[in-house]
Nanobody, 116 residues
Framework: VQLQASGGGLVQPGESLTLTCAAS????????LGWFRQAPGGEREFVAG?????NTHYADSVKGRFSISRDNTNVFLQMNNLKVEDTAVYYC?????????????WGQGTLVTVSS
């Protein structure tokens, strides 16, 4: 299954944005899926993850502001109260639970820019 992120854009601090990760097929059998991001000049990092049974986990930097959800073919990332430091290219991928690292190939990401 290939995963492709979309929904990025330019927003001001404090605003909201929803990202969508569209799968080329059903993801209902994939246990863990996650969002990752890579800021300019930085390394790719874990942002949020969700299991098919409804468990979720967030990086401390986004806890309370971001919310991950999924259905049979999409993974969503609702981002509220965005900060300048959330500026990054966002990717989705299958996830190694408890290790909070990606386990599949990287698809195309989507750029989120938070700036006043």
């Amino acid at each position: 299954v290939q995963l492709q992120a979309s929904g990025g854009g330019l927003v001001q601090p404090g605003e909201s944005l929803t990202l969508t990760c569209a799968a080329s097929g059903s993801i209902s059998d994939i246990n863990s899926l996650g969002w990752f991001r890579q800021a300019p000049g930085g390394e790719r990092e874990f942002v949020a993850g969700a299991t098919r049974t409804g468990n979720t986990h967030y990086a401390d930097s986004v806890k309370g502001r971001f919310s991950i959800s999924r259905d049979n073919t999409n993974v969503f990332l609702q981002m509220n109260n965005l900060k300048v430091e959330d500026t990054a290219v966002y990717y989705c991928n299958t996830l190694r639970w408890f290790f909070w690292e990606a386990s599949g190939e990287w698809g195309q990401g989507t750029l989120v820019t938070v700036s006043s």
